[in-house]
């Protein structure tokens, strides 16, 4: 089969949690399109979004100057591209490879194209290059999908792990992304918020959960017609949380009273100005506090995305660091709590980093 929706036949749960208390559910509007169901959220309108294409002063000051970008935003290889023979740790082994696209075993949103954009000659372009070829992955399992937007859902890059690894990826995707993704491989999982599923053969469960986002691909096609979602990942050990592009959601409270405590999380904190364009999909760092004290982590690690991999939004680039240290000092937590990586940089969190 090409593609596969089938719910999985293990015990679910989040059965008992849904018998208990009601969670917040996916829903459309009169017209059928998705929508954010918090009475909050608003779409930017049309001359908010005006003023921010044409009139507002871009601040993002990215340098122009290689060796300045290459000092200010070093880019390490990742563990896999130095030593493709590394074993595993006991903990987490946890690489950012830029925007959306973490590896922690599984992967998320990967983009490795070189534009986040349907032409490779227009649209967004990185700062630099991705940081490894997906020829150079090491084995991984599973893809997670938030949305279907350019730099979250990239068609080379979809094409590219397919052909790496086939059959054995396994895709798990939003609802109204499965025609597009079983066009191009195979065992795509389709869910609704709080729907799981798993890779057959291991004891890691994949929950589709809520976040405050948009999923059109395109201004006329596609418009609001898939789903976005973020990623509870439960395994027998450890438990890794993805929000995908965000904006701030009371179920994120939810997630983690039924969830948590998380072992890791990866939550954005760039692509945040002006506000009232960027607010209903993208947090600021005082916000990805509060998500990150939502989700209850274990030890209150958390990692940061969404950041330095191109100019998106109007705030100075290397702002959004600065800001979260801010936030997590006047939140009263230490500021290794929800800690940053390089620019595309590989880390390791072994045991000890998470347990002690």
């Known amino acids: ?10 015990k679910s749960l989040t059965e008992e949690f849904k018998m208990q208390e009601e969670v917040t559910k996916s829903c459309r509007d ?31 000051s990215v340098a122009t100057s290689k060796e300045v970008l290459d000092s200010e ?9 130095q030593n493709p023979e590394a074993l595993d740790s006991a903990g987490m082994r946890v690489t950012w490879l830029g925007h959306a696209t973490v590896l922690v075993n599984i992967l998320t949103d990967p983009i490795f194209s070189q534009r986040a954009s349907f032409l490779q000659f227009m649209g967004p372009k990185r700062y630099s290059g991705p940081p490894c070829t997906v020829e150079q992955l090491p084995r991984t399992d599973a893809v997670l999908i938030s ?39 195979e065992n795509v999982m389709e869910l609704d918020w709080w729907e799981e599923n798993c890779v057959p053969g291991h004891d890691v469960t994949f929950v589709c959960t809520p ?5 059109q691909r395109g201004m006329i096609t596609g418009y609001l017609i898939s789903l976005w979602s973020s990623w509870s990942v439960l395994g027998p050990n450890h438990r890794f949380f993805f929000t ?27 692509a945040n100005l002006p506000r009232d364009v960027m607010k209903g999909q993208h947090v600021d760092p005082e916000e990805a506090v509060q998500i990150h004290r939502d989700l209850r982590p274990r030890l209150l690690k958390a990692m940061e995305a969404h950041f330095c991999h191109s100019v998106l939004s109007h705030e100075y680039y290397l702002e959004p660091p600065v800001r979260l240290r801010e936030a997590l000092e006047q939140k009263g937590l230490k500021p290794e709590s929800f800690f940053t990586l390089h620019h595309r940089a590989s880390r390791i969190i072994v045991a000890q980093d998470v347990f002690d």
């Open 1 to 10: 089969r090409k593609s596969s929706s089938s719910r999985s036949s293990h």
């Open 30 to 60: 009169k017209h059928g399109r998705w929508t954010n169901p918090w009475p909050t959220w608003r779409f930017p309108s049309y001359s908010m979004l005006f003023r921010f294409l044409l009139l507002d002063k871009n601040h993002s």
């Open 73 to 81: 935003l070093p880019v390490l290889e990742p563990y896999f591209v």
């Open 147 to 185: 949305h279907s937007h350019y730099d979250n859902l990239d068609a080379g890059s979809v094409a590219s792990l397919n052909a790496r690894f086939g059959g054995e990826l396994h895709w798990f995707v939003p609802l109204g992304l499965m025609d597009w993704l079983a066009k191009m491989g």
């Open 211 to 215: 976040t405050g986002a948009t999923g």
């Open 244 to 270: 995908g592009d965000t904006g701030y959601c009371p179920s994120y409270q939810e997630i983690g009273r039924h969830f948590g405590p998380f072992d890791l999380a990866a939550i954005p904190i760039g």
